[in-house]
Nanobody, 125 residues
């Protein structure tokens, strides 16, 4: 069983940056990893993922060029560097891990088996 813990959220002004971290309790080098975000009353929305089979990064259109996902398999940690933050990026960000590879699967929250509790990001205008 893999447990995930996010950190790095907070309050930032429009145009600012944050780096989120997700640390796993066990080895995750064989897993694909991802970030989703959730706003009140809405489903988890795909943000970014790194697939283990191809090693490619995938991003939601709304964050391309501003957010960057990376991983450190020695530390069992992955990151989401968020730049040029906008008020619409305000959400609770959750990390996820599982054995997924197809683009259709990785963008679907229900396909991921392991989740963290989330870290809140608030972008003030």
């Amino acid at each position: 069983q893999v447990q995930l813990v996010e950190s790095g959220g907070g309050l930032v002004q429009t145009g600012g940056s944050l780096r989120l971290s997700c640390r796993a309790s066990g080895r995750t080098s064989r897993y694909s990893v991802a970030w989703f975000r959730q706003t009140p009353g809405k489903d988890y929305l795909f943000v970014a993922a790194l697939t283990v089979n191809e090693g490619n990064a995938h991003y939601a259109n709304s964050v391309k060029g501003r957010f960057f996902i990376s991983r450190d398999d020695v530390e069992n940690t992955w990151y989401l560097q968020m730049n040029n933050l906008q008020p619409e990026d305000t959400a609770v960000y959750h990390c996820a891990a599982d054995f997924l590879g197809s683009p259709a699967d990785i963008a679907t929250g229900g396909r991921w088996g392991y989740w963290g509790q989330g870290t809140r990001v608030t972008v003030s205008s």
